[in-house]
């Protein structure tokens, strides 16, 4: 496990995997953080990549920010500039121009791993993983955008329930109340990813972008800016070939072949 890099990528079929490297326990060191986004910005960077996939090396997606390094953060000014970081870095995730899913592997998804498995698009989970945010147990809360993000995927009742208790939740509870999209079975969720990732590779860029950016946006700056931004990338696409070729192969009864443009 710890021959690769803390973050790595591996690129197929327009999907990249950016894989979390970091033994045993894949913690979100400030390393870690450096070079996850690093590897992030060159992915979405790349054209040739469609959709991204986050996942943990070996046993578990990732059990959030190093203790041993939140311990020596006494001064206000040091912790305030460390939850910013993370939250910097979660807010380019969140607000990527292509679909990321984050694919939570083995047995927990905690703390700084679980807010960053929120600021992705789409999540998936194995059968036997636990998730939860127990920073109050800890003496802390949250730090990296769970306060904002859990809210908006379960509402702010559950969501409260659970920061204040810290509790963590089976897999089928997190897709009970919106937190994940689907439960797989263990050991497949990096698999069932790819399928789910090979699906939306074959639409169209430009619609996958659009409709991320409308979304993001009402959550963001309210219902009103939400129906503004729809309407204005709906008429840009309208103008792209990809709407031509869409409607030629539904009069066709064939399946489109979209160019991404």
């Known amino acids: ?14 999907i990249g995997i950016i894989t979390i490297n970091h033994p045993r326990a894949n913690t979100l060191s400030q390393a870690t953080l450096e070079r996850l ?36 953060l006494d001064l206000h000014i040091k912790a305030e500039a460390f939850a910013r970081k993370g939250q910097a870095l979660f807010e380019l995730i969140e607000g990527a121009h292509k679909p990321v899913i984050a ?32 920073e109050v147990h800890l003496g802390l809360m949250v730090g990296w955008g769970a306060s904002q ?5 379960v509402g702010p009742t559950k969501a409260l329930e659970l920061l ?17 999209n689907k439960v797989v079975p263990d050991g497949t969720v990096l698999q069932e990813a790819i399928a789910w990732a090979q699906e ?39 103008e792209n070939e990809d709407w031509q070729e869409g409607t030629r192969a539904f009069l066709e009864k064939r399946k489109p072949r979209f160019m991404d443009r």
């Open 164 to 180: 204040l208790t810290g509790k963590r939740i089976t897999a089928r509870e997190a897709e009970r109340i919106g937190l994940v």
């Open 37 to 72: 986004e690093v590897v992030f910005r060159r992915v979405l960077d790349d054209p040739e990549v469609k959709v991204i996939i986050i996942t943990g090396e070996g046993i578990l997606f990732s059990a959030g920010a190093d203790i041993k390094e939140l311990a020596p």
């Open 200 to 238: 939306l590779a074959q639409l169209s860029a430009p619609v996958l972008a659009a409709t991320l950016k409308a979304v993001y946006t009402g959550l963001r700056e309210g219902y009103a800016r939400g129906l503004e931004e729809e309407a204005r990338q709906f008429g840009m696409l309208c």
């Open 149 to 153: 993000r859990l809210p908006r995927l």
């Open 103 to 134: 694919a939570i592997n083995g047995a927990f998804c905690l703390g700084g791993g679980n807010e960053l498995a929120m600021a992705c698009h789409l999540r998936l989970a194995e059968e036997g993983t636990q998730l939860g945010n127990p």
């Open 1 to 14: 496990m710890s021959e690769r890099p803390l973050v790595y990528v591996t690129i197929n079929e327009r």
